[in-house]
């Protein structure tokens, strides 16, 4: 008899034993575990699959074929999912052997459905090991994340433009927070003052760029004295 594992164990609980003769798979070669958590998570909308440690994946829930335009009765049959839906600069990280053994891993990767369109998406691979602490597979939850990424893409040129428009502007505009600290300087403040942005961001406004003879004027910043 083997010693009990600590989590995870191959043979469906934690902690119980594992025969040193049995392998305790389903006969698809999915651990019972496995099996239990893949049967457990049927019904949800993100893409549910095992993946060997060969990084084969099978037994995918019907929220695939909504998510990648396949059957799971396709997907277990006639595709590869890391070789042809996932797009080629992801299927190395997307791998397990590139993972190592960590007991939960999340990775952002693109994956290319049946009609063409790209999507992002990103997976939470749970490990499954045996009792000996070797990794015999994984659950993996995969999420539609592409609706989030085009909203940071928005945000991300629209923070682009403001920058554009506040560098071609020929006065220094500065931002400080509650802390009096920078947190936001033009490339015409960075010039005059003669600090890259980087040197001048989060440093106190007033006690450094500030002559001494004017901080003790009493400024007022929307009604509150500094």
Known sequence: MA???????????????ASSGDT????DGVPPLCDFLLDALQGVRNLVY???????ATRFN?????ITGYSPAQLDAEKEFLRDLVLPEYQAVMHPSEVGDVPVAEIDYRLRRRDDEVR?????????????GRIRGFVCVDRDTT???????????????????????DLIMVAID???????INRKGCETLGYSEAEILGTAWFEN??????????????????
Do not use: C
């Not at 095992?50 to 084969?56: L, N, Y």
């Not at 019907?62 to 909504?66: H, M």
């Not at 007022?220 to 004295?225: D, K, Y």
């Open 50 to 56: 095992f993946m060997d440690p060969q990084g084969r």
């Open 147 to 169: 609706a989030q990424h085009h909203a940071e893409e928005a945000l991300r040129a629209e923070r682009d433009r403001a920058r554009e428009y506040l560098n071609i502007a």
């Open 24 to 27: 305790g798979s389903h006969p």
């Open 120 to 132: 992002w998406m990103r997976t939470y691979r749970l490990a499954i090991k045996d009792g000996a």
């Open 3 to 17: 010693g009990s594992s600590s989590e995870n164990d191959l043979n469906g609980r934690p902690g119980s034993p």
């Open 62 to 66: 019907p929220a695939a074929e909504t």
């Open 178 to 184: 509650a802390d009096r600290r920078v947190t936001l």
């Open 209 to 226: 760029y500030v002559p001494v003879r004017e901080r003790d004027l009493q400024v007022l910043i929307h009604g509150e004295r500094i």
